[in-house]
């Protein structure tokens, strides 16, 4: 419950994080694997970690990405295992009141009893990565700046991306993307698999793969049975297909096999890694930047964040269908809320000079390049512009803050309707990023599970609150179009505006689904004519819409060259003192490897040890709430006492069955699902969670207090087997232990 | 937010506990201390051990009671400090929705701006005790059985009672009680000094006094700051008198000092002793009533406490002022049903054989009596009656287990009111232990506070709930005089109930107070007229109360003897092996002693150091629900970084003030507010709680495993100067540190 939110937070320019190879610390690319060779075995693999490198190859061919989660292959059908959090969209999807899969879990009887994942659900498998900076910023993007200079690099991207997915004709099945490395010092095209039809296989009981829920979430000891099951289908002829009965699983090149708890038993101290697709850090931000975020908008963030979770929890209370409606919601702000809290917590009570030692960093680079006047000539300049331009950004970031939380949902939607109908009348390789043809089912997916996530009377609160709060700011600072569209005025009260509210959604038939896909066939006149009052304000509000888009594309087109050179100068510099950098996490595959082990101090008042076991779960039972476990499950735990819990127990652990674990893993959100490797690359845990107190780590990372919180496969097995009766998966995967 | 309850599951005669006097473990008499003096000494006590046997010296004499938890005086001027969760009730009565002093804490400016407590709120303290069994047991009831025993025990009882409170004239001032030990082997007279004007002086805010709330209820790593300050006011003759202005600060004979943190700082390791009124333990229970505990009545009070705790949520939810009324019966059942969830999950889940070291204790026992021909007629044949007759009595607490659900609150005090109204026809010497003159100012306080706690709504949904549960068994099996009384018939459902209360309610005055209290003053033949409905219905239940009060005490009274002879064995055979015995807990001062210890293992996955610091509270806090610290204070601990809090740091904690710390010292519900003293007798805490996994120590005690959790003085010493300003108060105790 943990790891899923990709920062939202971060801008467009990805930055990236120095290090020389350090045990624990760094999210490698799998091609630099190989420099880091000698450490990787001294640490305990078994394997060449040549072959750790081979994107397409055993293991790292069976490592998947889900958008915001890793997944991977255990069998030969196609069989995905990822967190129950990360599969939860899709639980909640299929459950209804009368059918509540999110309380008591699910479990298909056969392959014909799998259930359609949450629409947009996909799976991306990384078949070749290339790399293209030169084709990116190429001899004329170089030249440029501002808005022509993102113009360019889009241009050049698009037409990269769709070179790359034309390959193999169409529809090839395959999805590409530019990945930018070390904030545009480096691009890579990615090219992926892009399996549609995705199906939901099982997933316990939410008192199992949610348990501890909110109060356990980023904590330690833990206690989660935090897995679920995929399974990838294709079409007939084995190639991408949209979900259709008729369809096949998918035959994976590559699958894992889940470690034997036997001959591979895992225990402290022992060497593990983990592949997956981290979604965001910010290690490498320059120090305005660090400051910016804890002084200003993460501050700003929470409290937002907190607002709009008591707006859902009231506004939802006792309606049992709103509950399982925004429950997707819910879980992701909160989960994302007590990230940034504890982000903020361990900043605001640093004692070690988080910011201190960021600023020593540029200080020491600045100094740097102007000892040399050649460094000086070639980065002097952009070190300032740099820090220029970051002020200038951060100004409009906390004049419009609070636009992000204002919107109405069926207007965002309208806006993107408007948006693609505008952007359909220019050939497809013109198109903005995002609005071209390979775009448009992901949009029409998004528009038909609103249905299944939009609450009305939660949407109206939401939106008014900050809207009320928004329009009690000065009123020259309040964005004009905004209100003439919806028909509000400087200083209007909540309940004022509730009723401007009620008024628009009133007049409004973009509730109704079929209504709303209707407009993904209209061209822009057809909006401009109409009199839906979300569709009209849409209208009314794209030429200002498009206004600060080109501000802001202006800006970071300013920006992307004297930032990358800034970046480009920290790697000389740190080359210059011996040291190996690897990127801040962009989404794509990386590969870490540490150790299982606890921590000295663990919270305040504690040790931790590295592994939890059964007896936890019933000493934290209370049977309401978060710590709510299965009868089924306690039975069998009281059980176990005798039965040694199969081969699942360990004399280490009092004989009891190791549930979650600890390791000195660098990871962070998108890596949620990843599957934590032993030494010989067998499956021994699923990555969920790391601990609030390190989750600062995204930026400044502490090997002293930085730990991951994994599921112990064997507790998945053992759960499986002894409580869950899911005897055709473990045959699936070639266990047979019982 | 624990030890509060004293368990309402011990029956009339107290049981007790073996063992030879090893550290940690016993709850000594203050009397016995002298015979563990050398193991005392060899702990860490530094000050002589017969000093601690005086009841009226120094230190004993500052330890007062306040019924359900302890006190201590800590000023020359009457100024007690206990635990913030037993001054619960008092700032629950004084709090409304518009001045919350539950949730922004309480300080008086001065004297005269001190509170008075919660009607009913009383210290006593104790000034004598001596030897009665001789007396309780006299040669005419050592010859009887059955009601007759219990009669003449209640007889004898009263009159010594009688006696001693008549001592210097009435209203004495004094109240006395016999107390039971070891089952009845022996009888002390306790005479204490009643103090009944007791005020409210300070409590921090519920973000620090009930920090954690219920999440960190019995937890450990923990950071509460459970205390809060009351006084002792007595009349201008220095003697105890009702709540006047004019009345003025009691002058305590003895009171205590709080440690220097700098000269008597608290370490790890360090010796700790305990002084309190512990309520009650089952140590030496027999293995059938253990078994029928964990078997059948705890799992089934477990149930019904849990289902009450809903109700109270589901209805008061949304109604601040029916939150505020129930805030008190909702804190005090939630922290009992934790309580009573954490004995059963260690009794199911046991490994290390808990009922079976019981069962083997007694069949030693048993062995040992029949082994020889004298012990075996002294005590064979009570062996075997004790079994029987616990037996019986064991089923009919099982047949009448619901009915202490399904009642009323009003007709409870209904049925209190008939009964005082039949008892008072009689000679004062004659009437019922509980209904006695002296007994009635404590029914009328009840009486009155009775508006302060009572939600009409919530009441009845409640005991609409248990009746419905109740009438859903056989109908052979119900009492028939209740269903009678209340209009009831077999196999209602709620519903239908729920009409009947509305109803009866409907026809009652008694939830206005004045028409309730009136009832004080009405004769039974009033009653008997009367067609108020709860009235109508006590008096309807009158003679069936009467006819099962006759029956227990006849089961009770055949029992007394043979129990009694059954622990006068397990002395004399633990005696024989060398051991000495401490009686179980039966609401009497006793001491304890013990060392600042964390635990290995801590929870599962965890090892507990033995303090917690200020950094852990802003760790923890989210800044809502049971974690929201007030924000003057996070600002001082986030100040608290540059001045180190001055003197409250301890650089082994890294510079951090300690906030609560975990001890070796054996102690149970009635210990809360209890002092924890260092070996030269100053205040370093606060008893406050125990952990969860070792509640069960109330049966069964486990050294390796029972931590008691104290508030450390140091913390609330430091947020009284540094976020609450307390200067009056401090200055008071003697703190001049700054």
């Known amino acids: 419950m943990t790891r899923f939110i990709v920062a939202a937070v971060a801008t467009a320019t990805a930055v990236a994080a120095a290090s020389h190879a350090h045990a624990d610390e760094g999210m490698w690319m ?66 209804t009141p009368e059918r509540d899969l999110l309380k008591n879990g699910f479990l298909a009887a056969s392959l014909a009893d799998e259930l359609p994942a949450a629409p947009g659900t996909r799976v991306w498998m990384t078949v070749a990565v290339s790399d293209v900076t030169a084709q990116v910023i190429d001899a004329r993007t170089a030249l440029l700046t501002g808005k022509a200079r993102i113009d360019a690099i889009e241009a050049n991207e698009k037409s990269l991306v769709a070179a790359c997915e034309a390959e193999g004709g169409a529809p090839s099945g395959y999805r590409c993307n530019v990945a930018s490395f070390f904030a545009g010092v480096q691009f890579q095209l990615v090219k992926q698999l892009e399996i549609r039809d995705v199906r939901l296989v099982h997933a316990p009981a939410q008192g199992v793969g949610l348990f501890g829920g909110d109060t356990d979430n980023w904590v330690w000891p833990r206690h989660t049975g935090d897995y679920s099951f995929y399974r990838a289908y294709v079409g007939a002829d084995g190639k991408p297909a949209d979900f259709n009965a008729a369809n096949k699983p998918f035959v994976p090149p590559h699958h894992l096999t889940v470690a034997s708890p036997v001959t591979s038993p895992l225990n402290a101290g022992d060497f593990v890694m983990v592949a997956g697709y981290p979604g965001r850090t910010n290690r490498l931000r320059l120090p305005s930047e660090m400051d910016f975020a804890f002084s200003v908008s993460q501050p700003a963030r929470i409290k937002a964040m907190g607002e709009s979770l008591d707006i859902i929890a009231e506004a939802t209370a006792g309606r049992r269908d709103a509950e399982i409606k925004l429950a997707d919601t819910k879980a992701g702000l909160g989960n ?62 906390r004049a419009e803050f609070l636009l992000q939380y204002t919107t109405p949902q069926l207007l965002a939607s309208a806006r993107t309707l408007y948006l693609l109908a505008q952007q359909q009348t220019l050939p497809d390789a013109q198109r903005k990023a995002g609005y071209q043809a390979r775009d448009l089912l992901r949009h029409r997916q998004a528009l038909e599970v609103l249905d ?8 109206k609160r939401r939106a008014a609150h900050f809207l009320a709060q928004y329009l009690a700011g000065p009123a020259d600072s309040l964005n004009a179009p905004l209100l003439a569209a919806l028909g509000l005025r400087p200083g209007m ?110 919270a305040d008042g504690s040790i931790w040890t590295p592994f939890t076991t059964l007896r936890g779960i019933a000493a934290k039972h209370t049977g309401s709430g978060d710590f709510n476990a299965p009868q089924n499950q306690l039975d069998a735990i009281k059980a176990g006492k005798a039965s040694h819990y199969g081969p699942y127990g360990v004399k280490a652990l009092g004989g009891s069955v190791p549930v979650n674990f600890l390791a000195t893993l660098d990871t962070t959100g998108g890596n949620s699902g990843s599957p934590v490797l032993n030494g010989k690359s067998e499956l021994v845990g699923l990555l969920f969670d790391g601990t609030l107190d390190a989750v600062i780590a995204d930026w400044d990372f502490n090997p002293k207090t930085t730990r991951s919180i994994v599921l112990d496969t064997r507790y998945m097995l053992w759960q499986m087997t002894y409580v869950d009766k899911a005897d055709r998966l473990l045959r699936e995967m070639g266990i047979t232990a019982k």
Chains 1, 2 share one sequence.
């Open 493 to 602: 009260d909540e309940a004022a505006v509730k009723a401007r509210l009620d008024a628009v959604y009133a007049a409004s038939q973009l509730a109704d689904k079929a209504e709303r896909l209707a407009w993904l066939n209209r061209d822009a006149a057809a909006f401009q004519a109409s009199s839906d009052s979300f569709i009209a304000a849409a209208v009314a509000l794209y030429a200002d819409d498009e206004r600060r888009e080109t501000r802001d594309k202006e800006l970071a087109g300013q920006l992307q060259a004297p930032y990358a050179r800034t970046l480009q100068a920290l790697i000389a510099f740190k080359a210059s003192q011996g040291q190996v950098l690897y990127p801040d996490a962009n989404s794509t595959l990386r590969v870490n490897f540490g150790t299982v082990t606890g921590r000295t101090p663990g």
């Open 30 to 95: 799998p091609q630099q694997l190989p420099q880091i060779a000698k450490a990787m075995k001294a640490a305990g693999l078994k394997t060449d970690p040549q072959q750790l490198a081979k994107l397409t190859e055993f293991p790292m061919g069976a490592v998947i990405s889900l958008g915001d989660c890793t997944a991977s292959f255990v069998s030969p059908l196609g069989l995905l295992v990822t967190n129950h959090h990360c599969a939860y969209g899709s639980i909640q999807v299929n459950s």
């Open 336 to 397: 994302y809320y007590k990230n940034l809290q504890g982000q903020q917590e361990s900043y605001d009570f640093d004692t070690t000079g988080i910011l201190a030692r960021k600023t020593a960093t540029f200080d020491a680079l600045a100094r740097w390049v102007n000892a040399d006047a050649k460094r000086q000539a070639l980065y002097g300049a952009d070190l300032v512009r740099t820090a220029q331009l970051l002020a200038a950004r951060q100004a409009t970031a």
């Open 452 to 459: 299944l996530r939009h609450d009305e009377a939660t949407d």
